[in-house]
């Protein structure tokens, strides 16, 4: 069974920088893509980024550009989400997921990670 733990969320102030961390544990584990997701107050979780997990290819959401990077440890098991240049609109729940190894399914939809951690909390003041 696949276990990810985030870490790193918090209250920061707007035009500041967090940096999210989710580790991943389970017998022989292994993935395809690692994402991270948001849900806001009221919204429904969205994407925010994601890495295919050999090549390191990273893929953002138009919201997130040039403000987040996503990166990895592979002998870790670990991701992680740097975040700079923080807005208010980022405020809500991280979430860190990971799909099988061999699903070729969309980065950018839920329904492509069976694996989820609990979330992070990111508040940004204004």
């Known amino acids: 069974q696949v276990q990810l733990v985030e870490s790193g969320g918090g209250l920061v102030q707007a035009g500041g920088s967090l940096r999210l961390s989710c580790a991943a544990s389970g017998r022989d584990f292994r993935t395809n893509y690692m994402g991270w997701f948001r849900q806001g107050p009221g919204k429904e979780r969205e994407f925010v980024a994601a890495i295919q997990w050999s090549s390191g290819v990273t893929y953002a959401a138009d919201s997130v550009k040039g403000r987040f990077t996503i990166s990895r440890n592979n002998a870790e098991n670990t991701v992680y989400l740097q975040m700079n240049t923080l807005k208010p609109e980022d405020t809500a729940v991280y979430y860190c997921?990971?799909?099988?190894?061999?699903?070729?399914?969309?980065?950018?939809?839920?329904?492509?990670?069976?694996?989820w951690g609990q979330g992070t909390q990111v508040t940004v003041s204004s």
């Open positions: 997921a990971a799909s099988r190894q061999y699903w070729s399914g969309s980065y950018y939809i839920t329904t492509t990670y069976p694996y």
